[in-house]
Nanobody, 126 residues
Framework: QVQLVESGGGLAQPGGSLRLSCAAS????????VGWFRQAPGKEREFVSA????????YYADSVKGRFVISRDNAKNTVYLQMNSLKPADTAVYYC???????????????????WGQGTQVTVSS
């Protein structure tokens, strides 16, 4: 079992930065891939970024590539999402999610992730 808690959301100006954290409990967290997803009002949940269990492979949606950076510190059971050059279109609730099977591959599909945090609001506005 893995429990996830996101933090770091808030209000940022266009062009600004925020760093989201996803803190996990559970002994297997360091062995599972983790993804970040977001959901804006009236829209479906969409993939943002994912990182392999080792941190050696990372993936990004085209809309955030070159602006967001995902990383993880397995010693701290934490995954980060550094968000730079923020745009109003990045406004959404951001969720981190973990797969259940150790050493599984990453995925861009929300249905492949068994554990979810409660979400953190990111608002980009001047």
């Amino acid at each position: 079992q893995v429990q996830l808690v996101e933090s770091g959301g808030g209000l940022a100006q266009p062009g600004g930065s925020l760093r989201l954290s996803c803190a996990a409990s559970g002994r297997t967290f360091g062995a599972v891939p983790v993804g970040w997803f977001r959901q804006a009002p009236g829209k479906e949940r969409e993939f943002v970024s994912a990182i392999s269990w080792s941190g050696g492979a990372t993936y990004y949606a085209d809309s955030v590539k070159g602006r967001f950076v995902i990383s993880r510190d397995n010693a701290k059971n934490t995954v980060y999402l550094q968000m730079n050059s923020l745009k109003p279109a990045d406004t959404a609730v951001y969720y981190c999610a973990a797969r259940s099977r150790a050493y599984a591959g990453t995925s861009v599909q929300p249905r492949e992730y068994a554990y979810w945090g409660q979400g953190t609001q990111v608002t980009v506005s001047s």
